[in-house]
């Protein structure tokens, strides 16, 4: 069977190299920058090395494409393209659009069509498929399937592998084919009864998460008020053996899903006149985490930081990544230099980023650590300046949250 996956990036990628064990891939992306640098073996994913795609290369089992006509023949067609927001924080679903736009010009043979993008529910029915449908050139029945994907990009003990994947088709048949497939590269799948109930669990873990995290970043504010240590009182709660969960505050939260997700899940709940209270609330929470964070810091600084040297430690959204979208430091360095401080920020990972480039680890009047990256030491972190204040409670001796 040949696959092809529409969008070669964190989670396309990822698919690409699981599926390609078992079945002929066609990995296409619109970006040829991306494309070009798969077909020279270059992996630009944490997670997949390249050299698992120079062997996949090798053996002919892998291809990289931006070109429509690459897969006209192809059985089964996955789609992994981004579901940003729009600038005024709505569901943005022009490149899940664009993909069925791809679909339906280039494949005039029935085929299943899977979704992994992460979308609210009601998009493989009410959008995906009709998309489908309009940009066809002639009808043709293709069988729809959803299967919203889990990875965490950089994690070791969880992969496309062991962990449990839900899905469901629009028919019986296209739920059949789709456990086929990925039953070949994944341990456990979970059928649910319909797509709606698929694309609603996806975005409701990732709402969990953050009205998690948002519980604790408020938490933390009030320890601090109360004079107590927020990480003592969390491992104290953790000793019960049941019913509570340790989430750990920090300066916002970032990545694709954690900020974008819930949005989704609030607006489709808006539309249908539902409340989203909670989810609408722990973004503001989380939002605000960074506006906090360099209060807390001004305050301890003689209450300005006008002129002073501020390095922000590690701009990367999770530690061991080099993944800046909607990352906490975004936000933590927009308030420094309003309030005048003159900002670099220290990120190997990550490397450059908004056209500025990592700086040294030292020389710095205040240093804010966001995200800890295994390879950054404690000591040089502690030595880089008099100051060190600390979101991520991992680093020992320096101011913590
Ligand atoms: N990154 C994660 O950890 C993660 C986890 C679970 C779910 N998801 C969801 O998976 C989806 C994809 O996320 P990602 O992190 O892989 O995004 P990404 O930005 O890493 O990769 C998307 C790729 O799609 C390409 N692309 C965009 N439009 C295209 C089009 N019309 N045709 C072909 N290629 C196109 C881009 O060039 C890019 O390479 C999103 O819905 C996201 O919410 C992501």
Known sequence: MKIAIIGQGYVGLTISAFASEYFDV????????????????????????????????????????????????????????????????????????????????????????????????????????????????????????????????????????????????????????????YSKFCDKLVEVSSPEVAEAAKLFENTFRQVNIALVNEFAQIAHSLGISVYETLDAASTKPYGFMKFTPSAGVGGHCIPVDPTYLAAVAEEHGAPATFIRRANEVNLQMSKYVVDRMQADNGGSLQGKSVLVVGVAYKPNVADVRETAAELVIKHLRERGAKVSWHDEVVGTWHGENSATLSGADIAVVITKHDAVNEPDILASAPYVFDTTGKVKGAIRL
């Open 26 to 181: 066609i990995g296409f992306d619109s970006n040829q920058n991306i494309v070009d640098r798969l077909n020279r073996g270059i992996s630009h994913i944490e997670g997949i090395e390249s050299k698992s795609i120079q062997n996949l290369l090798k053996d002919g089992r892998y291809k990289a494409t931006s070109s429509g006509s690459d897969i006209a023949d192809v059985d089964i067609v996955v789609i992994a393209v981004p579901t940003p927001l729009t600038d005024n924080r709505q569901p943005d679903l022009t490149f899940i659009e664009k993909a069925c736009k791809t679909i339906g010009e280039y494949i005039t043979n029935p085929i299943l069509v899977i979704n992994e993008s992460t979308s609210f529910p009601g998009t493989l029915r009410n959008f995906i498929k009709p998309a489908i449908e309009k940009y066809s050139r002639s009808p043709v029945n293709h069988l729809y399937a959803i299967s919203p994907e889990r990875v965490d990009p950089g994690r070791e003990d969880f992969n496309q592998k062991n962990t449990p994947r839900l899905y469901a088709g629009l028919t019986p048949e296209a739920s059949a084919k789709t456990k086929e497939f």
